[in-house]
Nanobody
Framework: QVRLVESGGASVAAGGSLRLFCTVS?????????????MAWFRQASGKEREGVSI????????YYSDSVKGRFTISRDDAKMTFYLQMHNLKPDDTATYYC????????????????????WGQGSQVTVSS
């Protein structure tokens, strides 16, 4: 069974930085190979829908960022460690949310998807709070 566990969430002042981690386990015993898994970060603020923030396709060369985080956030993956990351700089109060990592089977050239329903694997969420 594939399992995702986030860590790194915290409370910071506006302008600060955080790095989120997502460790994946169980993938090698599933029918899906890590070379064919797209990894994504979503976030959900209180009272709002879950939104896709960043996606990294297999191989790590194809990356998506939402307009709201472009230029401030960086996604990366280390398949050898079965971990992927979201480095966040210049945080704003609007970035306050619960951040979720997610994964879905995909080929390296697959189109990006920010649809929640297309990701079968999810972490439990990590809270990020940015104060003004």
């Amino acid at each position: 069974q594939v399992r995702l566990v986030e860590s790194g969430g915290a409370s910071v002042a506006a302008g600060g930085s955080l790095r989120l981690f997502c460790t994946v386990s169980g993938i090698l015993v599933s029918s899906v190979h890590p070379d064919y898994m797209a990894m994504a970060w979503f976030r959900q603020a209180s009272g709002k829908e879950r939104e896709g923030v960043s996606i990294i396709n297999p191989g790590g060369n194809s990356i998506y960022y939402s307009d709201s985080v472009k230029g401030r956030f960086t996604i990366s993956r280390d398949d050898a460690k079965m971990t992927f990351y979201l480095q966040m700089h210049n945080l704003k109060p609007d970035d306050t949310a619960t951040y979720y990592c997610a994964a879905r089977p995909a080929y390296p050239g697959a189109a990006f998807s920010t649809r929640v329903g297309e990701y079968p694997y999810w972490g439990q969420g990590s809270q990020v709070t940015v104060s003004s």
